[in-house]
């Protein structure tokens, strides 16, 4: 610098002077600029980014090209830490403008362009930009780049022809490159290709990353049970579970084991599965059909039944038909075969139940509840059937403990409304029919329920309004027509409680109780002939 200073000082040529006056003038910029770059980046390391912005936008005011694309990079760095991500995109366009060289499209500038563009979704044009860079330099083998590539292809073809073309075999290949490779011919259905990609992870995998081996195992045992090859599927599910307890691992062993009759293993992994999802109903259905199927087996030499699930579904059967004496029989034997299975004795209580059989009822639903303390059910029908014997405080005893497990059962909620009229708490009863409409909105049982209340409180426009929604979802329901003509006699209002007992007489004809309410309503009009009209259509 401070020769080309001196030359400028000797020259007498006004052409060299010029000539050389500019060399010195850009040098001398350069540096200068050189310097501001420098105080830009210790900016925006000092998180200043409005200075650091500034800073490189004077840069930009130089017009000097072979800084302008640098500096767009640093604008759009700075906009990308403020979140300001379409100025960022923009000023990393900006910067690839100024060339298209694989020197600057290797530069930052293009790596955080393509950053943003999937960070704001724009999967294509990230694509575009990593596949830009492998066209450009394609003979690295497997680096960083080629890698993005494969991630970011959506094209599972595609994918796989990158992959070919940019690992070589003379490089220990990515393992992750070849879970990709592996995964896109799993989606495409070409097992028989993924097989020997996934086994050849195993071959290159790091001995101490276990999950990676547990993964590949689950995908090869994927592939040949999608294949339909249980017996080669199963020893790879088995290689997998020794390497992971992941939950997808234990789930295909466990099908395979079923789907291989081998029941009494799966019941085992179902367990296992089960304690790492205590939630999910799901599970605990299988495990439940699995233990009935394997415990029972023995017991049904006996009896018409090969299983026990075809002994509860005929005892269902029998429930269902109302032919409660033969459903005990068949949920007996089960009970025999299998003590320990709540749902058998919620069944037989809920029979011996229907038949006024209550202390046999309350019996059954307490076994179910030694088998299983958590048993909101066998709760609720122990509530039903101290209902049924007037025992209202046993009753809301029950069924407090049964929303205490589970609190937003609308049936639940229904049969605790109940006994809240029956103790004479009618304001306690609304707010519990309130929560349950939360529920389960159309419930015109709800409806009714909470009209009662509201009657009982002598709260009859109220209850004639909750009739009149339960009545818009079931035109046909009969309480709600009768007790509506309770609430209208009790507002006087004679003729329309005539029209409600006359809808309810058409959902239940013969009705003599109906009728004979009917009948009352014309003596307190004042017409006899239509009372003693009314009596005589009985």
């Known amino acids: ?33 050189k310097l501001m770059f420098l105080k830009g980046e210790v900016l925006l390391s000092l998180g200043r980014l409005d ?28 906009y990308s830490r403020k979140n300001e991500y379409d100025k960022s995109i923009s000023e990393f366009e900006k910067a690839r403008e100024y060339s298209d060289e694989q020197s600057l499209l290797l530069n930052s500038s293009i790596i955080n362009l393509a950053a943003f563009y999937s960070m704001t979704n724009q999967k294509q044009n990230t694509f575009k930009i990593f596949k830009e860079l492998y066209d450009l330099d394609s003979s690295n083998g497997p680096d960083d780049t080629h890698i993005l590539i494969l991630r970011l292809a959506n094209n599972p073809e595609e994918l ?16 992750n490159v070849l879970f990709a ?14 097989i020997p990609v996934f086994e050849k992870i195993l071959k290159y995998r790091n001995d101490s990353d276990r999950e990676i081996a547990g993964k590949t195992h689950t995908a090869i045992g994927i592939c040949y049970f999608r294949k339909n090859e249980l017996d080669k599927a199963l020893p790879e599910f088995e290689k997998a579970r020794e390497f992971s307890d992941d939950s997808l691992i234990l789930s295909n062993l466990a099908n395979t084991y079923t789907l291989t009759n081998q029941k009494a293993k799966a019941l085992e992994v179902y367990k296992e599965l089960y304690n790492m999802e205590p939630h999910n109903k799901d599970l605990k259905k299988i495990i439940e059909l699995l233990e009935l199927e394997l415990n029972g087996k023995d017991r049904l030499k006996d009896s018409p039944f090969n299983t026990i699930q075809e002994a509860f579904i005929q005892a269902d059967i029998y429930s269902q038909s109302k032919e409660y004496e033969t459903a005990i029989e068949v949920y007996d034997l089960i009970t025999d075969s299998m003590p320990e299975q709540p749902p058998a004795w919620n069944k037989k209580g809920y029979a011996y139940y229907q038949l006024g059989r209550t202390e046999e009822a309350i019996k059954c639903f307490d076994k179910a509840l030694e088998c299983n303390p958590n048993s909101a059910y066998s709760m609720f029908y122990k ?100 007790n509506k003509a309770y609430s209208f006699e009790n507002l006087n209002m004679l003729d329309e409680a005539i029209e409600c007992y006359e809808k309810a007489l058409e959902l239940s004809p013969n009705n003599s109780q109906i009728l004979s309410n009917i009948a009352m309503l014309y003596v307190k009009k004042g017409d006899f002939d239509k009372a003693s009209e009314t009596l005589n259509r009985q």
């Not at 796989?160 to 393992?175: A, F, K, L, W």
Request: aromatic fraction near 10%.
């Open 383 to 482: 509530s039903l059937v101290y209902m049924g014997l007037e025992d209202y405080e046993n009753a809301q005893d029950m069924i407090v403990q049964a929303l205490n497990i589970i609190p937003d059962n609308s049936e639940f909620l229904n049969n605790y409304c109940v006994i809240l009229i029956r103790l004479g708490r009618n304001e306690d009863a609304i707010d519990i029919a309130n929560k349950a409409l939360i529920i389960e909105p159309d419930s015109v049982e709800t409806y009714t329920n909470k009209a009662f209340a509201l009657e009982n409180l002598n709260r009859f426009e109220e209850a004639i309004e909750c009739y009149d929604k339960a009545l818009k979802i079931n035109p046909n329901f009969f309480e709600a027509w009768h």
């Open 51 to 78: 200075d650091a912005l500034s800073v490189f936008k004077q840069i930009l005011e130089y017009d000097v090209d072979s800084f302008a694309g640098r500096a767009h990079n640093s604008i759009g760095f700075c």
């Open 181 to 194: 490779k592996g995964d896109a011919l799993v989606t495409l259905e070409r097992f028989d290709e993924a």
């Open 1 to 33: 610098m401070q020769e080309l200073y001196n030359r400028v000082q000797a020259a007498t040529d006004p052409l060299e002077i010029i000539n050389l006056s500019d060399k010195f003038l850009d040098m001398h910029l350069i540096g200068y600029i």
């Open 160 to 175: 796989i022809g990158i992959y070919d073309n940019s690992i070589d075999e003379r490089y220990t290949p990515d393992v």
